[in-house]
């Protein structure tokens, strides 16, 4: 979920599939789907979090998706930090109403802390380990 409305740059919270995770539930710790096969050995989200292949993908699908003019018509809409968070959305954590759409002032919420620390002046660097 890109992050970004009245702030001074757009940020990304990256969630990944996990074994379990149906919308309805968040699921575990680990990586299910096209995320499972990204990077040899990494198989939790905890791993993908802090494996620095792992990060790089992320990192260059993001750089892409800027580069892309009808994605990202300018450089005010490119995301500039992201982080990978330590579940997926679910309905039953809040994060999605029951037809699974994002209700994105509760994802912010929940997300406090780590988006004060994405926007904090002292991170340099565009990753930020959540977790």
Request: proline fraction near 4%.
């Given at each position: ?16 599939k ?13 990586l299910?789907g096209?995320?499972l ?18 990060i ?12 892309n ?63």
């Amino acid at each position: 979920m890109m992050v970004g409305d009245k702030r001074k740059f757009n940020v990304a919270l990256v969630t990944l599939k996990a074994k379990g995770a149906t919308g309805e539930e968040p699921g575990g710790d680990e990586l299910d789907g096209d995320a499972l096969g990204l990077v040899e050995g990494v198989t939790t989200i905890s791993q993908a979090a802090k494996n620095p292949a792992f990060i790089d993908l992320i990192r260059k699908a993001i750089v892409a998706t800027n580069k892309n003019g009808q994605c990202c018509p300018s450089n005010a809409s490119a995301i500039q930090k992201f982080t990978i968070l330590p579940r997926d959305f679910s309905s039953r954590s809040g994060e999605l109403t029951p037809t699974l759409k994002t209700k994105r002032s509760e994802v912010e919420k929940l997300n406090k802390t780590v988006l004060d620390k994405l926007y904090a002046d002292s991170l340099k660097e565009d990753y930020l380990a959540a977790f």
